[in-house]
């Protein structure tokens, strides 16, 4: 590889040709970037919402690892999957600083061609995260949208005129999290208006 260095544009591209091959014949799965976790304190790279939500992270060598450890503690509130894709300048590093239900992919560069082209080759698979939080989960959700939910189910009284935090809190009580988590990948994949457009 001599000094090539791989950025995080050329592994980013490569991950989303990926997910879109991947994932080409489901019109059940949305992929996005940048999606806000957390209320918007965290963006995850990729997130594939279809049945699950799972997230990317990608770490390339132009980049650091100072924030991987808060991402980490984050995303296990939210995420059902994580898989972190970095190079080998970051790979046993950033793997002892995340958990083991991560998911791990190395990124090497394939040729030293003008595209930069990266391949992908999986360390170890993602497994299902079991520690997510009901109100994190529900910060996910517009307050409009965990307002109808609440609507729907009759507990929307006395948080209809509250700030958006009340109405995540109140939806987190009353709604099973497995349930919530149904609820939140369906109103994700059905919202047509996102931050920063499509």
């Known amino acids: 590889m ?28 949305v992929i996005r970037h940048e999606m806000g976790l957390c209320a918007g304190a965290r963006r995850v ?16 060598d132009q980049d650091t690892l100072e924030r991987l450890a808060g991402q980490a503690a984050d995303y296990g509130r939210v995420l059902d999957r ?13 793997a002892a600083l995340v958990p083991d239900w991560w998911g791990l992919v190395r990124a090497t ?3 030293q ?21 009901p109100f994190a989960v ?13 609507r729907a189910r009759g507990q929307h009284k006395g948080v209809q005129r509250a700030r958006r935090w009340l109405v995540w809190e109140r939806l987190a009580e009353v709604v ?3 349930e919530l988590q149904r609820l939140v990948c369906t109103q994700l994949k ?5 931050p920063g457009g499509q």
């Open 2 to 29: 001599g000094d090539a260095r791989l950025g995080e544009r050329q592994l980013r591209q490569s991950l989303l040709s990926l997910l879109q091959d991947r994932h080409r014949n489901d019109a059940d799965t």
């Open 45 to 60: 790279d990729l997130a594939v919402i279809n049945g699950e939500l799972a997230g990317f992270e990608i770490k390339s």
């Open 82 to 94: 994580v898989t972190l894709v970095t190079t080998d300048r970051y790979m046993a590093r950033a």
């Open 109 to 111: 560069s394939a040729a």
């Open 113 to 133: 061609d003008e595209v930069g082209t990266v391949e992908l080759g999986e360390v170890r698979p993602a497994a299902v995260n079991t520690g997510q939080e």
């Open 138 to 150: 529900a910060q996910l959700l517009w307050r409009d949208e965990a307002l109808a939910i609440l």
């Open 176 to 178: 099973p999290l497995p």
């Open 190 to 194: 059905a919202r047509q208006a996102w």
